[in-house]
C-alpha cells in the first residue's frame, strides 16, 4: 500500500521500547537521524519520526495483536505531513471561488501528490527495509 509499509513482529514493542531498539541498533550514517514526538500540533500520538521530503515524514510506530483489527504484533511505517506540508494542504482546502487561484490550488496540490508518491514514496521503502533488516538480525520478525 502506498503511504503505508507493515512489518508483522513476533512480539509486542511499546513505542519506547521500539524507541530504544532504534536507538541501539539503528546506524545514522545509513539510516539517518530520528526523534520521538509528534508529526504536527494536532497530533494525537507521539511517533519516531524520520526526515523524508520537505512537505513529507515517515512515522514509525508499534501496533501489538489484539483485537478486531489487530491479529499480529507489528511495526508500522508510514508517510505523514511535516508541520509545513499540513500547513500547506490547509490553506488549498479553503474554498476561493475564484477561478484561477482554484487552479493554482489544484497545480499545488497535484504536485504535493507527485512528491508523496514518489520520492516521499521511495524513501519510505528503503527506510521499511532497513528496519525489517534490524528486526530480522535480532531475531524479531515473524515467521
Do not use: C
Not at 509528534?38 to 519516531?48: H, M
Request: aromatic fraction near 10%; proline fraction near 4%.
Amino acid at each position: 500500500m502506498i503511504g503505508r509499509q507493515v512489518i508483522l513482529t513476533n512480539r509486542e514493542f511499546t513505542l519506547e521500547e521500539l524507541y530504544d531498539f532504534m536507538r541501539t541498533h539503528w546506524d545514522v550514517n545509513e539510516g539517518g537521524e530520528f526523534v520521538l514526538g509528534r508529526p504536527t500540533k494536532a497530533s494525537i500520538e507521539e511517533y519516531i519520526l524520520l526526515p523524508a521530503t520537505r512537505r513529507f515524514m515517515t512515522i514509525v510506530y508499534p501496533r501489538k495483536a489484539g483485537g478486531l483489527f489487530s491479529k499480529d504484533n507489528k511495526v508500522i511505517l508510514s508517510t505523514a505531513d511535516t508541520p509545513e506540508g499540513a500547513f500547506e494542504g490547509l490553506a488549498q482546502a479553503i474554498p476561493t471561488g475564484k477561478i484561477f487561484i482554484g487552479a493554482a490550488q489544484m497545480v499545488n496540490l497535484s504536485s504535493s501528490e507527485k512528491e508523496r508518491k514518489g520520492p516521499a514514496e521511495d524513501i519510505l521503502q528503503r527506510y521499511t527495509a532497513y528496519m525489517k533488516k534490524l528486526l530480522g538480525e535480532a531475531g524479531y520478525l515473524k515467521g
